[in-house]
């Protein structure tokens, strides 16, 4: 298992450095970088004024100029050639792009992921500020999820056929038909206020008088304003856990060994849970990492933007929209080594679930 575990750490290197790879590519292959944006809001009038924190940590104040000088920079005719060559300079644009990604992959292996260009603060600063509003939305979504799909595969599993698992399919392509967003308007409409209640606040995780409150009232309004987040979150990811979980079950119920446990006498309940739910639940337990994750950092993007939730979501749309790009290659950088960190405790939660899987024995 040791030799495993090594063999996976060291196979995150090369994954890791190509997907930075990849990225870093398509990023610097896009139009309206940081330095155009900066001089189109320079060019947009003469009071127009930029205050940046340069590489040495100096201040540049810099203003619009007009003097017919061709830039070739979309919306930067106009301004002064030395300025535009101090804001490259001071966004590290001076350089040619293999350089940059090499300057930048050396200190995100120190895990220095330097500052933002448009807030003046640092990426690490500014992900541990959010994160706290992400991991409640996948925290919750995950294990409300699980609560729900399992309970309800295994019963699916069992009434095969049945009218309840006929109805209850209906609910689940229901659950895949809607996407979240859409899901998560309709709460707004039904009962935020949009035209019928207003049970729910709009937008926020907690309220404005939140640190006034008693404890008892800040869960209460914690729970409050998390109700259709993460209800927006749990219509999508119910639907594909419980067919897991159906299928799972359905696969060990049809095996030779329950045969025999029931022809030995055993009642069905005994045969589920002594025999079938260990060996049924092993995908599910083991994938439980990898859903959390997906939830965190990917599935949360568009209702935190719908909700108005300062989180990893918006904080990463943010900086998309405006080529932040510190903020973009590290929180990409950061996740994605957590992502492949996590993948691995997944495929070792087999182990500890089922201690007869011996990855030994098998190539990575």
Request: net charge negative.
């Amino acid at each position: 298992m040791l030799a495993y575990i090594v063999r996976r750490l060291l196979l995150i290197i090369p994954t890791l450095f190509g997907i930075m790879v990849v990225n870093f590519i398509i990023v610097q292959s896009a139009p309206g970088g940081p330095v155009e944006q900066l001089l189109s809001d320079l060019a947009g009038g003469i009071e127009v004024t930029a205050r940046l924190t340069g590489a040495d940590g100096g201040e540049i104040r810099a203003g619009a100029m007009d003097d017919g000088t061709v830039s070739r920079y979309r919306g930067a005719q106009g301004l002064d050639p030395e300025l535009i060559a101090e804001i490259e300079q001071m966004f590290g644009f001076d350089q040619p792009a293999h350089v940059r990604f090499f300057q930048m992959m050396g200190n995100y292996i120190r895990f220095d992921f330097g500052n933002s260009f448009f807030v003046d603060r640092s990426v690490i600063d500014l992900v541990l500020e959010k994160m706290p509003v992400s991991i409640s939305l996948g925290l919750w979504t995950t294990l409300l999820t699980y609560l729900i799909s399992i309970p309800l595969g295994i019963r699916k599993a069992v009434k095969d056929g049945s009218s309840f698992d006929v109805w209850t399919s209906g609910v689940i392509i229901v659950g895949y038909a809607i996407p979240g967003f859409l899901f998560a308007i309709l709460l707004i409409v039904l009962f935020a206020g949009g035209s019928y209640f207003q049970w729910f606040p709009l937008r926020g995780l907690t309220s404005d008088n939140w640190d006034q409150l008693s404890w008892g009232a800040r869960i209460l309004d914690y729970f409050w304003h998390l109700t259709l987040p993460v209800l927006s979150l749990v219509i999508g990811a119910f639907a594909g856990l419980t067919m897991l979980t159906k299928n799972s079950f359905m696969d060990e119920i049809n095996k030779q060994y329950v045969l025999t446990a029931r022809a030995k006498g055993l009642d069905s309940t005994a045969v589920l849970y002594r025999h079938v739910f260990r060996n049924a639940m092993l995908i599910i337990i083991a994938g439980f990492p990898g859903a959390f994750i997906g939830i965190l950092f990917t599935g949360a993007l568009l209702i935190e933007i719908i909700f108005s939730l300062d989180g990893l979501g918006l904080l990463g749309f943010e900086a998309a929209l405006r080529r932040d790009y510190p903020v973009m290659f590290g929180t990409l950088f950061f996740f994605t080594l957590l992502g492949l960190v996590v993948k691995l405790i997944s495929d070792l939660t087999y182990v500890l679930v089922d201690p007869r899987i011996d990855f030994e024995r098998r190539d990575v």
